[in-house]
């Protein structure tokens, strides 16, 4: 095992990660009349995507949005890492927010040409992941099968823009500055804008949100995970949940034991355990085999320990 480096990605890298598995976030411009810029802000959540490493954003025709950046190009925007399904009410009962990326820069619209390029880019995305899907074992096309393909995947949750009623300005978003807040108190750190530029998104980035609730809906997933804590981390989980994912490896919620309280009674407590693979997942079908792996693998130490007694 290499040092802590080696384990996790860099900030850099989970801020692409970040704008590379959603496809929503929160727009904000100065608002603006027909006598100037004012000094308040507003705030809507657009839907974008991201091409050569920007965000390319959606804002209906009729969003304050489009008159605010006439007067004034400047803005902001935010994106969160996803918690989909039941995993976003058990991070509310423990009061944790999800780490997010908050960009400041020019929010310009695109003439006729560049719309056209970028609705091109749009379709691609969408295409890419049907692909993408298709082309999985039984074992990877399963686990994303078993996640809510409404609250989880790009493509059906972009493909309005396309072939929806509504209409829409698009804009490039062109960064000024970059900051990662992370999910442990809020904590920022600003990214070097060329460390951004030159950092790239996990192969698995897009169907991290698929990945992640498909495993949580799992029973059979969920009890895998308690026997990593055990196996691995020495760590007795009654409960488990998968709670991020990258090319490096996964983090997992597990319930255990906090205190004995006087009566007998057991107080529990959800923490965060970081599972490390032995080689880098490069895309979600080796995701998927090198989770099995670890499966197959923790069985096979249970049963050896079992063997022993």
């Given at each position: 095992?290499?040092?802590?480096?080696?384990k996790l990605l860099t900030l850099?890298?989970?801020?692409?990660?970040?704008?590379?598995?959603?496809?929503?976030?929160?727009?904000?411009?100065?608002?603006?009349?027909?006598?100037?810029?004012?000094?308040?802000?507003?705030?809507?959540?657009?839907?974008?995507?991201?091409?050569?490493?920007?965000?390319?954003?959606?804002?209906?025709?009729?969003?304050?949005?489009?008159?605010?950046?006439?007067?004034?190009?400047?803005?902001?925007?935010?994106?969160?890492?996803?918690?989909?399904?039941h995993l976003a009410t058990l991070?509310?009962?423990?009061?944790?927010?999800?780490?997010?990326?908050?960009?400041?820069?020019?929010?310009?619209?695109?003439?006729?040409?560049?719309?056209?390029?970028?609705?091109?880019?749009?379709?691609?995305?969408?295409?890419?992941?049907?692909?993408?899907?298709?082309?999985?074992?039984?074992?990877?096309?399963?686990?994303?099968?078993?996640?809510?393909?409404?609250?989880?995947?790009?493509?059906?949750?972009?493909?309005?823009?396309?072939?929806?009623?509504?209409?829409?300005?698009?804009?490039?978003?062109?960064?000024?500055?970059?900051?990662?807040?992370?999910?442990?108190?809020?904590?920022?750190?600003?990214?070097?804008?060329?460390?951004?530029?030159?950092?790239?998104?996990?192969?698995?980035?897009?169907?991290?949100a698929k990945l992640i609730d498909?495993?949580?809906?799992?029973?059979?997933?969920?009890?895998?995970?308690?026997?990593?804590?055990?196996?691995?981390?020495?760590?007795?989980?009654?409960?488990?949940?998968?709670?991020?994912?990258?090319?490096?490896?996964?983090?997992?919620?597990?319930?255990?034991?906090?205190?004995?309280?006087?009566?007998?009674?057991?107080?529990?407590?959800?923490?965060?355990?970081?599972?490390?693979?032995?080689?880098?997942?490069?895309?979600?079908?080796?995701?998927?085999?090198?989770?099995?792996?670890?499966?197959?693998?923790?069985?096979?130490?249970?049963?050896?320990?079992?063997?022993?007694?």
């Amino acid at each position: 095992m290499k040092g802590n480096k080696a384990k996790l990605l860099t900030l850099a890298e989970k801020c692409k990660n970040i704008l590379a598995s959603n496809w929503k976030g929160h727009l904000n411009t100065i608002k603006a009349d027909a006598k100037g810029s004012k000094e308040g802000i507003y705030t809507s959540k657009v839907k974008y995507i991201i091409r050569r490493g920007k965000p390319y954003i959606w804002v209906p025709e009729k969003d304050l949005h489009n008159v605010n950046t006439v007067i004034d190009e400047r803005g902001s925007f935010a994106v969160a890492n996803q918690f989909p399904g039941h995993l976003a009410t058990l991070l509310k009962s423990m009061k944790k927010l999800p780490a997010r990326v908050a960009l400041t820069g020019d929010v310009v619209p695109l003439k006729d040409e560049k719309v056209r390029s970028v609705l091109k880019s749009l379709e691609e995305v969408i295409l890419s992941e049907q692909k993408a899907i298709s082309q999985l074992s039984y074992t990877a096309s399963g686990v994303l099968s078993s996640s809510n393909h409404i609250l989880t995947s790009q493509s059906e949750n972009l493909k309005d823009l396309l072939n929806g009623d509504e209409n829409y300005v698009v804009y490039k978003f062109t960064p000024r500055s970059c900051m990662f807040i992370d999910g442990h108190g809020g904590r920022s750190h600003e990214i070097d804008l060329e460390d951004l530029e030159t950092s790239k998104a996990d192969a698995l980035a897009p169907f991290s949100a698929k990945l992640i609730d498909g495993i949580n809906q799992s029973g059979s997933r969920c009890r895998a995970l308690m026997l990593f804590c055990l196996i691995y981390l020495n760590a007795k989980a009654k409960d488990a949940r998968m709670l991020s994912i990258d090319r490096k490896g996964f983090d997992v919620l597990g319930k255990v034991a906090k205190q004995v309280k006087e009566d007998g009674k057991v107080d529990s407590e959800w923490k965060e355990f970081r599972f490390i693979f032995k080689e880098e997942a490069e895309d979600v079908e080796s995701f998927c085999r090198l989770l099995v792996e670890m499966e197959e693998e923790a069985v096979k130490k249970v049963s050896s320990y079992s063997g022993l007694g």
